[in-house]
């Protein structure tokens, strides 16, 4: 249904069209393509979300692969995944050109750095890349580092596609992360949330504390985290294995959601487990002050942004 909402909400005078094809199980993507067949694909990367639909990783990767017709003439890969480049050779259409992107040296658009640029109140994210026209340099208010393969996609496909890079620059500085998808939101307090309330996986929520760990702030740190869902017989393990990189961060820790049940931190610092989400609001309500940095993020199923109905934010 994604797709076809975009579709038809495009202006009639539109250029290009931009379709994102996720997916919880197999034959999915191969369905959406059927109907709305790309020329340009991207596969961003393999990981393990969605395990009850896909089984395991590789099925992750076959069902990625479904993107891929005999009508796709380019194909844009994460040259640093190493499952994702030995799958391509299983392709039953192989498409004309294949780009990879990534810090992997072999790869033609090759991230060479990247900074976070932070006052307090402006921010945005530096990337240093070299493509085929010579060394680039974008920024953009995409500023988790989990985003920095996204500017780099983002800028390979403009060129593959004629578009000019001033015109790719420009349009990078001005986007910033949606709310409940990396946005920042500061309160009249002086509290910063870091908005990663519309879902989460193993991998981006690894990715979000990272984000939280380089944050320069002057209070404490706080990670506020769902239960992660969909993991089939991974569930434990991988709530084991988030729980062990959070309390290495974040000064508290706040867990909401029964998957967190029976896991103990082997940690100093301050873990907390609440049944209700107005438990979670509750104690944020009255523990957080000026200067506190907050990640909160947690899969879908939890709606994780109910925690702001008690705070009046705005967007940084």
Request: proline share 3%; net charge negative; glycine share 8%.
């Amino acid at each position: 249904m994604g797709c076809s909402l975009t579709i038809l909400s495009a202006p009639r005078d539109s250029e290009f069209l931009v379709l994102e094809m996720g997916a919880n199980a197999k034959r999915e993507i191969a369905e959406m393509v059927s109907y709305f067949t790309p020329n340009i694909a991207v596969i961003t990367s393999i990981d393990p979300v969605h395990l009850e639909g896909f089984g395991d990783i590789n099925g992750i990767l076959q069902a990625k692969l479904e993107i891929v017709t005999d009508c796709c003439d380019v194909l844009l890969i994460n040259g640093d995944s190493s499952i994702l480049r030995e799958g391509l050779v299983e392709l039953p259409y192989k498409p004309s050109k294949v780009i990879s992107v990534g810090r992997n040296p072999s790869c033609p658009f090759r991230i060479l750095d990247t900074s976070l640029r932070w006052d307090g109140l402006n921010y945005s994210r530096r990337v240093s890349i070299a493509t085929p026209l010579g060394v680039k340099e974008v920024e953009s208010k995409l500023w988790g580092e989990q985003n920095v393969n996204a500017m780099a996609v983002a800028l390979a496909v403009g060129l593959e596609m004629g578009v000019g890079f001033d015109e790719i620059a420009s349009s990078l500085r001005h986007m910033k992360s949606p709310r409940g998808r990396g946005a920042l939101l500061q309160s009249k307090e002086g509290i910063l949330f870091i908005d990663e309330s519309y879902n989460a996986s193993p991998v981006s929520v690894k990715a979000a504390i990272n984000n939280l760990k380089a944050m320069p702030w002057r209070g404490r740190k706080v990670a506020v985290l769902g239960g992660m869902r969909e993991l089939g017989g991974c569930e434990k393990q991988f709530h084991e294995e988030v729980l062990g990189v959070v309390t290495s961060v974040a000064d508290i820790t706040v867990l909401y959601g029964q998957e967190w049940d029976d896991l103990h931190a082997n940690s100093t610092k301050t873990v907390l487990l609440f049944e209700e989400i107005e438990e979670v609001s509750s104690y944020l309500k009255d523990i957080l002050l000026s200067g506190d940095v907050v990640l909160v993020k947690g899969s879908r199923f939890y709606e994780m942004e109910r925690i702001y109905d008690r705070w009046s934010l705005d967007e940084l």
